[in-house]
């Protein structure tokens, strides 16, 4: 059995991207449900313990999202297997249970990328490693309300950069691995036939559009307060959605973003004439104000949309 993980950060369009790939008898595409990387991949190695069990079994039992996947318990967690080999246990029983005669799985998580290879050795895994545009991503967590907290996803550039970076520094050790495959949400859009033939001949499949021939199946495994956040997940994709960043950052977002975001191949942030020279300019500025907020007033926990607020009016 082949196992995909895709791995993206909030807003990348890897929900869009994942219900492209369920319309392929050959493909599983697991529901999405956070509780399983906090239970079995945080630490895959370890083996659950008799007392764990019941806990386990709890957990999963109470999880809204979980309980949409609609699997039979009976023997799906063992004490004498793994966290990553129970994982792999559940995700193998939805395949049976829903899409038997597909023959890999996809499970999509933003934190996969923090998986190991050690940690991985001996199963056959794939990663896709999606991207989007950052300043595209932190324009929609900006104005898409959480289902979870009813609140903005992310409002702060520094807590947005700090994810940023910490998953491009993820994706630096990932793409080495001979099993790994980077897209981008751009190139989704834009390119859909070319990036998803792509994706076919990573998974070693050959004929990809005779065999997207079913209707779009995640969606209706979404709850009703992420279909809310996903309204066009079964429409064709929309290009002229790319830049619609522009008009939600304000000039001095832009120029942060511009400064305190690694950059990863595909997007690069510079600017020419007059903006370049503002750039430059603050760019010294910008950095030391991350470096002070990301280890000085965390920390501290000072006020932090003032402290936003008066970074932001320097510029």
Known sequence: MKYIFLSYLNRSGSTLLANMLSRSPDICVCPEADI???????RPEQFIGPQNIIKYKKTLSGDTKFRLWDISSENLLRINRSNLQNFLAILDRFRETHYPSSSCIVFKQNYLYKLSETSLAGNEFYFINLLRDPRAIFASQKTTVSPATGKAM??????????????????????????????????LVTETEITLEKLCRFFGYSNWVLNMHRKTE?????????????????????????????AILK????????VIL??????????????????????????????????????????????????????
């Open 218 to 246: 995640l969606s209706r495994w979404l709850t009703f307060e992420y279909k809310n956040i996903h309204t066009n997940i079964d429409s064709p994709p929309y290009a002229g959605s790319l830049n619609k960043w522009k």
């Open 262 to 315: 690694k950059e990863f191949g595909f997007y690069s942030f510079g600017f020419s004439g007059t903006e370049g020279l503002k750039l430059r300019l603050s760019g010294l500025y910008f950095k030391a104000c991350y470096f002070l907020w990301k280890y000085w007033f965390s920390v501290l926990g000072w006020p932090e949309k003032k402290l936003i607020r008066l970074i932001l009016k320097v510029i």
């Open 154 to 187: 992310c409002r702060n550039i520094f807590v947005f950069a700090r994810s940023w970076n910490s998953y491009i520094d993820g994706l630096e050790k990932i793409s080495p691995w001979k099993k790994s495959i980077s897209v981008t949400y751009e190139n």
């Open 36 to 42: 399983l990387y906090k239970l079995f991949l945080k």
């Open 251 to 258: 000039q001095s977002e832009v120029f942060a973003l511009s």
